[in-house]
């Protein structure tokens, strides 16, 4: 299925049978960030077995994506679904995860195969 674009460049969804893909090519703050919550929600809506949310192409996230990927991933438990965050991550957003702590809370891929994996 083709991809949905999300505000032009910055996220899109796609849908392959059980899986959702949520990929970002830009960074993520405070601005962003409610669209990306937008767009885990229409995701976890669609009720795959899986989204996987590709940062790997994210040069740059605050904490604000945190917040997020935790609600999303509540959101996800909650329907039957799960949530993989995939890298390879930047070192910004890597060590967002470790210093925060949260690296812990997420199921996280190092790649995108992996996630699918997951």
């Given amino acids: 299925m083709p991809g949905e674009p999300d505000a032009g460049r910055l996220i899109e969804i796609q849908a392959d049978g059980n899986t959702a893909v949520v990929r970002i090519t830009d960074e993520i703050d405070a601005d962003s960030a409610p669209l990306l919550a937008e767009t885990l929600e229409q995701a976890a809506l669609r009720a795959p077995a899986r989204t ?9 996230a605050d904490s604000s994506i945190l917040h997020a990927l935790l609600t999303a991933q509540r959101r996800h438990e909650d329907l039957g679904g799960k ?18 702590g949260t690296a812990s809370l997420f199921t996280l891929a190092d790649t995108f195969d992996q ?3 997951a």
């Avoid at 996987?52 to 740059?60: E, G, N, R």
């Avoid at 949530?83 to 930047?90: Q, T, W």
């Fill in 83 to 100: 949530l993989v965050v995939a890298g390879p991550f930047s070192p910004i957003v890597g060590r967002l995860f470790e210093v925060t």
């Fill in 52 to 60: 996987v949310v590709d940062l790997s192409a994210v040069p740059f």
């Fill in 115 to 117: 996630a699918l994996e």
